[in-house]
């Protein structure tokens, strides 16, 4: 009986000590001595995430920067590349290059993007919502999560009005 016990000994110190366990806890480690600031820090400057930021939300899993600007629209930036991925533009991006498409914004003077200027944005499970003045929201969703059982369920009043095609046209065409 005695070999036994110190077999099953072995094989239980084997198993705390291995591999992957050993990664566990010096992740564990790195992680509490990031959170309690002890640990190493990277700063690193996004140049694509637009200018005068307002909000910013970052998906580090899907590899992603959402922001919301002081001038009004909404940029996804490559968390990685350091590249726009696509963008709801702000008021001056407008003007400079979709003038045609805007012209009737333009000419009656009530230019506006379509996200306001100083949004506030929330961003998880990959859903985007911002809001607009009036209190109300407005929900996007990725792509990579849409499928059509769900679809079934929106009900018509959430469904993308034509305005909201004319801005998703916008933003794929980047």
């Known amino acids: 009986m005695e070999p036994m016990r110190h077999i099953r000994k072995k094989r ?6 291995s591999l992957p366990s050993l990664e566990l806890g010096r992740k564990r480690r790195w992680i509490e001595r990031n959170w309690s600031g ?19 939300k970052v998906d580090e899993k899907a590899g992603y920067i959402i922001t919301t600007s002081s001038t009004g629209g909404l940029q996804v930036t490559d ?46 499970e990959g859903f985007v919502i911002w809001d607009y003045l009036d209190g ?8 990579e999560d849409w499928n059509e059982e769900e679809a ?9 009005t034509p305005r909201l095609r004319r801005v998703y046209g916008v933003a794929a065409e980047k």
Do not use: F
């Open 38 to 56: 002890t640990g190493p820090s990277q700063i690193t400057t996004h140049h694509s995430t637009g200018k005068d930021v307002h909000r910013i």
């Open 152 to 160: 079934a369920l929106v009900i018509p009043e959430a469904m993308p």
């Open 136 to 143: 109300s929201k407005e929900v996007w969703r990725r792509v």
């Open 79 to 124: 968390l990685r590349e350091d590249r726009e991925l696509w963008s709801l533009p702000d008021v001056s991006e407008l003007l400079m290059t979709h003038s045609a498409a805007y012209g009737a914004y333009i000419s009656s003077n009530v230019i506006q993007s379509h996200v306001r200027p100083y949004a506030h944005c929330e961003y998880g």
């Open 12 to 17: 239980v110190i084997y198993d705390v000590i």
